[in-house]
């Protein structure tokens, strides 16, 4: 069993900063945080939920969407078992739900897929202009 918890959302003017942050719980024999491939996907109101951010065992392997790179940075505390977004210079466009997600052991592409995923209960990101 695993589970998510976001936290960290919330109203941001345009420009603004914010940071999410995603507490995760593994409760699977024989498995830990670490084993998980982590992201962050979010969805907008009338739109498919899209990946933006994901990251393997370390910040040297992390994929973004072009949408977000550049402005947001994902990274994760092992010891913690947390996953992190940094985001800044925030756009109208990014105001969505954001959700955290985890798949055991994936290149960054299969998490992008959202299949097979565990999923946090997501929190809300609204940019103003």
């Known amino acids: 069993q695993v589970q998510m918890v976001e936290s960290g959302g919330g109203l941001v003017q345009a420009g603004g900063s914010l940071s999410l942050s995603c507490t995760v719980s593994v409760k699977i024999d024989g498995l830990t945080f670490e084993n998980y491939t982590v992201g962050w996907f979010r969805q907008a109101p009338g739109k498919e939920r899209e990946g933006v951010a994901c990251i393997r065992w370390s910040v040297e392997s992390t994929v973004y969407a072009d949408s977000v790179k550049g402005r947001f940075t994902v990274s994760r505390d092992n010891a913690k078992s947390t996953l992190y977004l940094q985001m800044s210079n925030l756009k109208p466009e990014d105001t969505a739900m954001y959700y955290c997600?985890?798949?055991?052991?994936?290149?960054?592409?299969?998490?992008?897929?959202?299949?097979?995923?565990?999923w946090g209960q997501g929190t809300q990101v609204t940019v103003s202009s």
């Open positions: 997600t985890a798949s055991l052991g994936v290149p960054c592409p299969l998490l992008f897929r959202g299949t097979n995923n565990h």
